[in-house]
């Protein structure tokens, strides 16, 4: 036979629930509601009543939330409406990523054209060094430079213990006191008498040791420092070296035949003070310029050897911007040999 318990226990749970869905104004108290035939503290009944008033109580301080909240934002605090924000936001997303891939296409996109060049310039150069006398400092010097002046500095500072002093601190011990702990320890098959079975399980309690740190007071010694300078020797020393001069340079705006610059005075160079020499360094540039469609000069610095290949009134592929037609740039590498 079906149990009527069972029967009383449903009814009251579909009580609860309507209460819970905002039936009543309200969240029930259930703290009154006892079954017929049970006592209201029976470990079923009152673990069962105090899950429903805690849910109901959630959901009544819920739906007090979201009373305050516009209808709108109440609104997106439902599944469906959480769903459709989701939704939302995935289509903003894809919405802006194409208008900024667009954006950038249309800033960047780019169109074939033609430049025209109109001249073409080489100018080359090389270093003139001067034998020079130089003024450094330091804590040490070269083993070819002449001390001008020396003076004690403070290079550093070392710890000097002076004493030490006693310093009370909180350690932790871990310790273990008598405890005890639940665990299963069998189950069994009950008949319900309606042809159906439910299965019970046996708990029981066993003694275990449970860990826990206990403050403990100690003390150490900790010493009691100062900072000590320390002195060196700070030099300011002279020394001779070569240092770059000035450039000079030869160019031509005519001519394709390059050179570097050979005919030019130096002073004396004798190893004195003040003599010159060719240093190492050498530098060197090409430039062509040239009109673009819109009849802008532009100037631009290449590689000699497309450098060569390019002539007076040559036309040369280019690339212009879409939206404003100004030019991007210039492909040398469709210049002909």
């Known amino acids: 036979m079906p149990d009527p318990r069972d029967e009383i226990i449903e009814s009251d749970l579909d009580k609860a629930i309507r209460t819970i869905k905002g039936k009543a104004s309200e969240p029930r108290v259930m703290k009154d509601l006892v079954l017929p035939g049970t006592?209201?503290?029976?470990?079923?009944?009152?673990?069962?009543?105090?899950?429903?008033?805690?849910?109901?109580?959630?959901?009544?301080?819920?739906?007090?939330?979201?009373?305050?909240?516009?209808?709108?934002?109440?609104?997106?605090?439902?599944?469906?409406?959480?769903?459709?924000?989701?939704?939302?936001?995935?289509?903003?997303?894809?919405?802006?990523?194409?208008?900024?891939?667009?954006?950038?296409?249309?800033y960047t996109a780019t169109v074939e054209g033609v430049v025209t060049a109109t001249e073409r310039h080489w100018q080359r150069s090389v270093e003139v060094e001067q034998y020079r006398t130089l003024t450094d400092s330091g804590w040490d010097y070269p083993g070819d430079a002449r001390v001008a002046s020396s003076e004690r500095r403070i290079r550093d500072y070392r710890t000097v213990i002076d004493s030490y002093r006693t310093e009370l601190y909180t350690d932790y011990e871990t310790k273990y006191r008598a405890g005890s702990e639940n665990y299963v320890c069998g189950s069994k098959t009950v008949d319900n008498g309606n042809g159906s079975f439910r299965v019970e399980t046996k708990t029981c309690t066993r003694s275990v040791q449970v860990p826990y740190q206990e403050p403990v007071q100690k003390s150490r010694q900790v010493p009691v420092t100062h900072q000590e300078p320390i002195y060196d020797d700070w030099y300011v020393y002279l020394y001779d070296r070569w240092q770059t001069e000035r450039w000079v340079s030869v160019s031509d705006a005519t001519s394709s035949e390059v050179a570097w610059p050979e005919k030019f005075a130096l002073r004396r160079n004798d190893g004195s003070i003040g003599s010159e020499r060719i240093g190492d360094e050498r530098r060197e540039t090409y430039e062509v310029v040239y009109l673009d469609a819109n009849q802008n000069r532009h100037s631009e610095n290449i590689r000699q050897e497309v450098w060569v290949r390019v002539q007076v009134g040559e036309v040369i592929a280019a690339r212009y911007f879409q939206r404003n037609g100004q030019l991007s740039s210039v492909d040398w590498s469709s210049v002909s040999d």
């Open 39 to 106: 006592a209201p503290d029976t470990g079923r009944d009152t673990k069962f009543y105090e899950e429903i008033r805690a849910q109901s109580q959630r959901e009544h301080e819920t739906r007090v939330r979201l009373s305050k909240l516009p209808r709108l934002l109440q609104a997106l605090h439902t599944p469906h409406g959480k769903k459709l924000l989701l939704l939302a936001a995935i289509v903003l997303a894809i919405v802006l990523a194409f208008v900024g891939f667009q954006v950038v296409r249309y």
